[in-house]
């Protein structure tokens, strides 16, 4: 019976520090709005894979350089990119699915003894959704993300590299974002 104790009381001791001692969780972020307008010209605006920029603050410009590949250049110093493929866009269900597939290094810090690249966007296997629908009133707007944030290792995390920040991060521009379409929408 001691034996046994003594192994519950190590597995209790042990189990925390184990959680505590994991790489980057996979984060969700998922914003909407609402926008008085018809969901038809809504799409006609987010299906345009080439033409982000004309609604989304954050990105100065976009070049596609084939149908499916678009690189993006972020309103930013230095003016960083992003670049990113469509896996799919669907008319009739008025969603556009896209993937990042590479980002520029903006620095590297040495961080633990080890050179740590920050990435134009502080995240890692970054896949997004755009859905437009119709209700009442006109349309509304999805986009939702599910990504890893970009600094792999255990903690502790650089300053700006944390699940948390990576959130925050796509969160903002998100909401930034669909609030620009709607500005837009209802002129």
């Given at each position: 019976?001691?034996?046994?104790?003594?192994?519950?009381?190590?597995?209790?001791?042990?189990?925390?520090?184990?959680?505590?001692?994991?790489?980057?969780?996979?984060?969700?972020?998922?914003?909407?709005?609402?926008?008085?307008?018809?969901?038809?010209?809504?799409?006609?605006?987010v299906k345009d894979f080439?033409?982000?920029?004309?609604?989304?603050?954050?990105?100065?410009?976009?070049?596609?350089?084939?149908?499916?590949?678009?690189?993006?250049?972020?309103?930013?110093?230095?003016?960083?990119?992003?670049?990113?493929?469509?896996?799919?866009?669907?008319?009739?269900?008025?969603?556009?699915?896209?993937?990042?597939?590479?980002?520029?290094?903006?620095?590297?810090?040495?961080?633990?003894?080890?050179?740590?690249?920050?990435?134009?966007?502080?995240v890692s296997t970054y896949?997004?959704?755009?859905?437009?629908?119709?209700?009442?009133?006109?349309?509304?707007?999805?986009?939702?993300?599910?990504?890893?944030?970009?600094?792999?290792?255990?903690?502790?995390?650089?300053?700006?590299?944390?699940?948390?920040?990576?959130?925050?991060?796509?969160?903002?521009?998100?909401?930034?974002?669909?609030?620009?379409?709607?500005?837009?929408?209802?002129?």
């Amino acid at each position: 019976m001691k034996k046994f104790l003594s192994l519950i009381t190590a597995l209790l001791v042990a189990v925390p520090m184990l959680a505590s001692a994991h790489g980057p969780t996979r984060q969700q972020v998922l914003e909407k709005v609402t926008i008085n307008a018809a969901p038809d010209k809504v799409w006609a605006m987010v299906k345009d894979f080439g033409g982000l920029h004309n609604w989304l603050p954050a990105v100065a410009s976009t070049e596609l350089t084939d149908e499916k590949t678009r690189v993006l250049t972020v309103a930013a110093e230095g003016n960083p990119t992003i670049t990113e493929v469509l896996i799919k866009s669907d008319d009739e269900k008025m969603l556009l699915n896209y993937k990042i597939t590479g980002m520029t290094v903006v620095k590297t810090i040495t961080f633990n003894s080890k050179d740590t690249p920050y990435y134009t966007l502080p995240v890692s296997t970054y896949k997004a959704w755009l859905t437009v629908k119709a209700v009442e009133g006109g349309s509304e707007v999805q986009w939702k993300a599910k990504f890893y944030r970009s600094f792999m290792d255990n903690p502790p995390v650089p300053e700006g590299q944390s699940d948390k920040e990576a959130a925050s991060t796509i969160s903002g521009i998100f909401s930034a974002g669909l609030a620009n379409l709607k500005t837009i929408m209802e002129k």
